[in-house]
């Protein structure tokens, strides 16, 4: 059963092609990796699943559901949430008012309900808090819920920034480069954190990533993309030996050095 | 290089007492000193003021050039009057030997008076008064010197400073300060006097005091609405004042006896006009809302103007009243009793205040206003985040002009006129700078900027034809000094503790909420 499904999807930017008649599937409760040369289209590919870009050509469907024609928040509201390979927090705003946007879409009082006090607007305000606690607890950020998102180390912000993501209540969730900018210690915290995400809280997780390292240890997947075109689909170890790959990352004569035995 | 050092603080300050000559600055602070200290004329008074630039001079000489001992400071300080005399000597010996020849200076320098002249020439012949007035000004230099070496060798600044959070402390902590600022309830007991003096002063304030004050109260209006959209939502909005156009016309022309003789009763036409502005807000909104920052605030901008002009234009005379504007605007009576005296608009603003301020204040803490903040960080992110920006821009739009609407229905009722130019381009720059200089999103900080803002230059309406320089400058200084305005947005404490929050279900609470929500 897959969660999220692609077919044949292109995404041009004029005469350049972003991503080029890609055919992809995230299998429900899985972690599935895309990793590629820098401009190889993972972050667009990325943009288009949230609503942001819109694919010319191809489907995408979450769940049975096409997304295509659908703004982002709506495909939010539907459960895939994302993050950002270059944080993008609210910064002038504390943790927990992060949090609490990202509840924004689950939410339902509006601006009567909220000038008028009525006791419905009240009730969820005050379990939006409560959930927005939990969520901070969870990504380990306890006592940090007054302070400006901007003043946060870099560490905090990224987990933020995942809790935002989960305030959202999503089944999918998109990591862009959940790793960048961190020092293997803290990798190896993220790369636990994210297998906590599927083991607690049950939710598929589609990552974009550069560092070998975590790709291979917690994908179940991997996809390797290179100008827009899949080169290859395989299980960590299927695509290490790729020779195709290798080409791809490290050059023709590298691949015929590396080539298969 | 130290001499040259002094010799530039000297210069740089000579520059600036010649322009303030030139401003004709000098004359209105001699005439303020002559009405303070009764002097016989403003001559004394403004002479102190060149001879204390001068003194200002010695000081920054002996700052950046003089060294520890006092000879270096006087030597600083000289150098500086001497060259600052030098500078001013020679201007006021052109100035007075032009004038003595009966050349009209005035016809190139305004604020060259023949008071002015006469005060610079000391009654002495124009060479004499150049050297007498280098004299002065040199000692006055050298004075600035030694007075700074001593503040310096005594340590002045730190006495002063240490004086005062002595003060500060022992204020703080005198017995029935303490007493009171440890009782539980004394910031509401404060807001509680605060609310008491502003709802009793309009009953002592006079008549032409409470027209200044409705005034301020409709700027308050015009900054909580603009608040709204520019400091929540953060759509720069440069064309607000056609909302409040919209606002003042329709009670305008609902109430008015011409061009329509609709005489409609007030408070019915109150509603009608915030409900107008609202809807003008989101019919504006739906074109020009997919622009962003600059664009935004162009197309605004061309709004606003678009319907000044239409309210002025030959075609809608029948219509709007033209240049001409709508007179008689009916005012509020109730139960046959007239309301329309100043007094009573104040009232009547501080309530429409009052209800702007909460509504605002209840949609800032709950999820209209984080969608609000959220988008104003990140359009992109908060779309991802599941905002939908086009509704929540829309409603941003309809609400701030809503607010500004009641502004306008008010401000036409107790002007009993309106005409076009009461809306120009002037007064939505205005209602930004009441939102920037208070505090973007801050409703204390929204009410303080427009106290500061439109009574100001109430206040300073003594200093006549150089009120708004002064103003001007004002504005500066306080944006250099609080850039985040006068008072900033605070943010309330949200984050549960462990001892406040209610005791959590045993396992893994996060996940069964999940399951609830996603079967």
């Not at chain 1, 895309?34 to 979450?62: D, H, M, V």
């Not at chain 2, 003060?167 to 605060?194: D, M, N, W």
């Not at chain 2, 309106?418 to 204390?444: A, Q, R, Y």
Request: hydrophobic content about 50%.
């Amino acid at each position: 059963m897959n969660i999220l499904e692609a077919h044949q999807v292109t995404k041009r930017f004029g005469g350049l092609i972003a991503v080029r008649q890609l055919d992809f599937s995230v299998p429900t409760g899985s972690i599935v990796s895309l990793i590629g040369p820098n401009g190889a289209g993972k972050t667009t590919f990325f943009n288009c699943i949230t609503g942001f870009y819109k694919a010319e050509e191809g489907a995408l469907s979450f769940e049975g559901v096409r997304l295509n024609a659908l703004r982002p928040d709506q495909i939010t509201a539907l459960g895939i949430a994302r993050t950002y390979q270059n944080i993008r927090l609210f910064s002038e705003m504390t943790a927990i008012e992060n949090i609490l946007v990202g509840q924004h879409c689950r939410l339902r009082s509006g601006a009567l309900g909220a000038t008028l006090q009525l006791p419905g607007s009240r009730r969820e305000e005050r379990q939006a808090l409560t959930r927005a606690c939990e969520l901070l607890d969870f990504v380990g950020l306890q006592g940090k819920g007054d302070q400006f998102a901007k003043n946060l180390p870099y560490g905090d912000q990224r987990r933020l920034e995942i809790a935002r993501a989960l305030g959202s209540q999503p089944k999918l969730l998109l990591l862009d480069e959940p790793t960048a900018g961190m020092n293997p210690a803290e990798t190896g915290e993220m790369m636990a954190f994210i297998r906590k995400l599927r083991t607690e809280l049950g939710l598929t997780v589609f990552l974009i990533e550069h560092d070998m390292r975590v790709v291979m240890g917690i994908s179940d997947r991997v996809t390797v993309l290179d100008y827009g075109v899949k080169i290859a689909e395989g299980t960590p170890l299927e695509i290490q030996r790729n020779p195709q790959v290798i080409e791809a990352y490290l050059g023709r004569g590298a691949a015929a050095q590396h080539g298969p035995a | 290089m130290r001499i040259r050092l002094s010799l530039r603080a000297g210069l740089t300050t000579g520059v600036i007492n010649v322009f303030v000559i030139l401003l004709g600055l000098s004359t209105l602070f001699g005439n303020t000193l002559r009405g303070w200290l009764r002097l016989g004329g403003q001559a004394p008074g403004a002479w102190l003021g060149l001879v204390l630039v001068a003194m200002w001079g010695g000081a920054q000489a002996r700052r950046h050039a003089g060294g520890k001992s006092p000879r270096a400071a006087l030597a600083a300080g000289g150098a500086a009057g001497l060259a600052h005399g030098l500078l001013v000597a020679l201007f006021i010996w052109a100035v007075a030997g032009l004038s003595e020849r009966g050349y009209p200076i005035r016809t190139w320098l305004a604020q060259l008076t023949p008071d002015v002249v006469r005060f610079l020439g000391l009654g002495l012949r124009p060479a004499v008064a150049a050297v007498v007035s280098m004299a002065l000004l040199m000692v006055a230099g050298l004075a600035g010197g030694a007075l700074a070496w001593a503040a310096d060798k005594y340590a002045w600044g730190a006495t002063i400073r240490s004086t005062r959070a002595r003060l500060r402390t022992s204020l703080k902590e005198a017995p029935p300060v303490r007493r009171f600022s440890g009782y539980r309830h004394s910031k509401r007991a404060l807001i509680g006097v605060g609310l008491l003096v502003v709802l009793l002063a309009p009953l002592v304030l006079g008549q032409y005091w409470n027209y200044n004050l409705g005034t301020v109260g409709a700027y308050v209006l015009l900054g909580l609405g603009l608040n709204i959209v520019v400091g929540l939502a953060g759509l720069l909005d440069l064309g607000y004042v056609a909302f409040f156009a919209i606002g003042a016309y329709t009670v305008a022309l609902l109430t008015a006896p011409a061009p329509h003789g609709i005489e409609m009763s007030f408070w019915l036409a109150l509603p009608v006009s915030v409900l107008m502005a609202a809807l003008s807000g989101i019919l504006l909104g739906i074109p020009v809302l997919r622009m962003r920052g600059d664009y935004l605030a162009i197309v605004t901008l061309g709004f606003g103007e678009i319907i000044r002009i239409l309210s002025r234009s030959d075609v809608l005379t029948s219509f709007t009243g033209g240049p001409r504007g709508v007179r008689d605007v009916g005012g509020p009576s109730l139960f046959g009793l007239d309301l329309s005296s100043e007094l009573y608009f104040v009232y009547l603003i501080l309530l429409g205040i009052a209800l702007v301020a909460y509504v605002t204040s209840r949609l800032q803490q709950t999820r209209v206003g984080r969608a609000w903040m959220a988008m104003r960080e990140d359009e992109d992110v908060a779309a991802a985040m599941g905002v939908h920006t086009l509704k929540y821009k829309l409603l941003a739009f309809a609400i701030g002009a809503a607010f500004a609407g009641l502004g306008g229905g008010l401000y036409a009722s107790r002007n009993q006129f309106i005409g076009p130019e009461d809306f120009v381009l002037l007064v939505s720059i205005n209602v930004l700078c009441v939102v920037i200089i208070g505090g973007m999103g801050s409703i204390p900080g929204v009410i303080v900027g427009a106290v500061v803002l439109k009574g100001i230059p109430e206040v300073l309406r003594q200093l006549s034809d150089f009120r708004m320089l002064v103003f001007g400058a004002l504005l500066i200084i306080m944006m250099i000094v609080r850039p985040e305005g006068l008072w900033p947005s605070r943010r309330r404490r949200m984050e549960l503790h462990k001892d406040e929050s209610p005791p959590a279900p045993a396992a893994l609470p996060l996940e069964r909420e999940m399951e609830v929500d996603t079967p």
